[in-house]
């Protein structure tokens, strides 16, 4: 039997780290904004905490904090009346400026009674909060495009939601994760560039579809060939991509939203939606036929994410090869987002661009799946022999 003695200098460790415990400072997305006007105060957990979220005579919807100042409440168990959420407990009214509003049993109001507001925004149909460790208002510059233009009819979004046990810094690397595409998700990436300034990180990718998961495509995507996806993180938490799949007789331009809100340091809800452009060129009803294909292929995509992040270590140092795309850049970008706004530095902002030479790995994954289709057709015609 032979030993083999590694000199530990030579050893590459894993600096795995711990998950930030402050959370982001920026706007975050609870979801679609109809599914909490329905009468009813709703509990979401979240940034460490629990929010509760009711809409008032008006319409307007509210996020406070969800435990009363009073005795601990549970604000989300209690009931809507007039403007205010009542607490199940005694009965005390909080408005959606933070302050009591009424107490039935009592002959004045303290004149403490408040509680933790959040600032909301509606856009889009979604509902998003503002979260600032500092407690400060959202700045007006710090924005979220709005997605769907006036001038067009689009499909109702399909918008899904998945709960997952890790930090979510993960999710944010795929911006620069090329190759990820290609072993992950079915396709073949031929372009990839990013640019980061701002509070913004920008994704441009090109993929082709592949022929030896076509059975798979067709499945879901309705035999797309390829797509072509300007996909942007606006701040750290919430992404759109400008997505067109190609088909061979016409392009359908779609939004694909990606977003996520944490529940603690290690698990984060990530919600995502899809909504397609009617136009001329698609047949009659398969605006909404396609935008159902997308949002099963996409969610296929997503739970082959999860899959990976349930195994794997947080890694702080991932050692890279030239393929392997801006990672560090990434993350210098990011965590503007996690200090003090005093404590950002420029090379946090800073424009930076990176364009992936695809030669090298679109040779070999060509290959690849050259390889792939002789043999499922191996396999077809032994199958079909027997």
Not at 265 to 289: I, R
Request: charged share 25%; with cysteine; proline share 5%.
């Amino acid at each position: 039997m032979t030993n083999v003695v590694q000199d530990q200098d030579e050893i590459r460790t894993i600096d795995a780290g711990n998950a930030p415990e402050r959370f982001a400072r920026g706007w975050h997305c609870l979801g679609l904004a109809k599914d909490f006007r329905d009468g009813k105060p709703h509990s979401i957990e979240a940034f460490g905490g629990k929010l509760v979220i009711w809409a008032d005579s008006e319409g307007k919807l509210n996020v406070l904090d969800s435990y009363c100042r009073h005795m601990g409440g549970d604000l989300s168990q209690g009931t809507i009346k007039g403007d205010e959420i009542a607490c199940p407990f005694h009965d005390w009214r909080w408005g959606g400026d933070g302050k009591c509003k009424d107490i039935p049993y009592a002959k004045r109001v303290p004149m403490r009674a408040r509680t933790q507001t959040w600032p909301t925004m509606e856009q889009d149909e979604l509902l998003y909060v503002w979260n600032d460790p500092e407690g400060k208002q959202p700045p007006a510059d710090v924005t979220v495009p709005i997605m769907r233009t006036p001038d067009a009819e689009w499909t109702d979004w399909r918008w899904h939601a998945i709960t997952i046990d890790t930090n979510c810094r993960e999710i944010v690397d795929n911006v620069v994760d090329m190759a990820h595409f290609f072993y992950v998700h079915y396709s073949l990436p031929v372009y990839f560039k990013n640019i980061f300034e701002g509070h913004t990180a920008i994704q441009y990718f090109n993929g082709e579809g592949r022929e030896d998961m076509a059975s798979k495509r067709a499945e879901s995507s309705q035999k797309a060939i390829g797509n072509s996806s300007i996909a942007a993180y606006h701040g750290p938490a919430f992404m759109i991509d400008d997505l067109v799949y190609h088909y061979p007789d016409y392009d359908v331009t779609s939004v694909l939203v990606n977003c996520h809100y944490p529940i603690s340091p290690d698990k984060f809800v990530l919600m995502y939606g899809t909504t397609v452009k009617k136009t001329a060129d698609l047949p009659e009803g398969m605006a909404d036929k396609i935008a159902e294909g997308n949002t099963a292929f996409i969610t296929k995509g997503f739970e082959q994410d999860v899959a990976i992040w349930k195994s794997k270590t947080r890694i702080n140092n991932p050692l890279l090869c030239e393929e392997d795309g801006p990672v560090y850049q990434l993350r210098r970008w990011y965590e503007q987002f996690y200090v003090d706004v005093a404590d950002i530095t420029e090379d946090m902002t800073a424009r930076f661009e990176f364009e992936m030479d695809t030669s090298k790995p679109v040779e070999a994954w060509r290959k690849q799946v050259a390889e792939n289709v002789k043999a499922q057709e191996a396999a077809a015609q032994k199958a079909a022999a027997l």
